[in-house]
């Protein structure tokens, strides 16, 4: 204490010169739109700079994960292509149903009762609404709408969006829905009492969909509840995906939805 105590007698002419020039720098800054002006905008011009020199060393820093995560994430999506040539019924082919499309996470919210997430593709990359989004270890959401270069995604963390799902052991199916509180959880509803599942099986998107493909891993069964009076499970889904903190995903886009669409519509009437 008393070798600052000696600094600041020792240097007080130094000092109260900076302090004084500082004082008259901001009475000239206050008094003069001009100098004010300028004053802000040279301030906003280093301030973006020096935020954009800590984005960049940020980055550097976080290359070699996001490397891991991309070779990660190639390989998921290999996999899901290997997987989507194969033969139905001997003459189609799910190849011909669905192309992935790779996007970035702009935003995204979980910690609202219904979510939403931001991606960085629109209708000018062929994204429009109604198309499901998956994630490297799950699903994300459908598109709910879309810009030119945009779209907003309801997110499976939203208590308005119902998706079809099933046991993968299984054709039994429900419906998937959040309940609005943790975003690690999701359940599924109405899942028949003679559906037969244990602690631990895994949850898959259902095949009663023309926007999500089957298959797609969504969670581990964590745990169940039987409504007696109905006879369905209520069906607790632990997700693959941590919801929390996702960068990258694949919006699917189907290529012959409206011929499929058309044949159901076709069928009701």
């Not at 994430?73 to 011909?96: F, G, M, T, W």
């Not at 992935?100 to 931001?118: A, G, H």
């Not at 000018?124 to 270069?149: F, H, M, R």
């Amino acid at each position: 204490m008393q070798q600052i105590i000696k600094f600041f007698i020792r240097n007080k002419v130094g000092i109260l010169f900076v302090v004084l020039f500082a004082i008259s720098i901001q009475l000239s800054i206050q008094s003069h739109t001009y100098h004010k002006s300028k004053w802000v905008s040279s301030t906003n011009t280093l301030s973006a700079f020096l935020l954009n020199i800590r984005y960049n060393v940020t980055k550097y820093f976080e290359l070699n994960e996001e490397n891991k995560k991309l070779q990660y994430e190639n390989v998921y999506l290999k996999k899901r292509l290997h997987n989507a040539i194969q033969p139905i019924n001997d003459s189609v082919i799910l190849d011909s149903l669905y192309t992935f499309k790779p996007c970035y996470i702009i935003s995204n919210s979980y910690s609202k009762v219904d979510n939403y997430v931001l991606i960085n593709k629109g209708l000018s990359d062929g994204v429009d609404v109604n198309y499901a989004v998956s994630l490297p270890n799950g699903i994300l959401g459908i598109v709910e709408k879309s810009t030119e270069n945009y779209s907003r995604v309801i997110s499976i963390l939203n208590t308005n969006l119902s998706i079809n799902a099933k046991l993968k052991a299984s054709n039994h199916f429900g419906s998937l829905q959040w309940d609005g509180l943790n975003p690690n959880t999701i359940y599924l509803k109405d899942l028949p009492r003679s559906a037969s599942f244990n602690i631990g099986d895994t949850i898959v998107t259902g095949s009663n969909s023309l926007i999500f493909p089957k298959d797609i891993p969504i969670g581990l069964i964590k745990d169940y509840e039987l409504n007696e009076n109905i006879g369905y499970y209520n069906i607790e889904v632990k997700l693959f995906e941590d919801m929390t903190n996702i960068n990258h995903a694949y919006v699917i886009i189907p290529k012959k939805i409206k011929q499929a669409k058309s044949l159901i519509n076709t069928n009701n009437e």
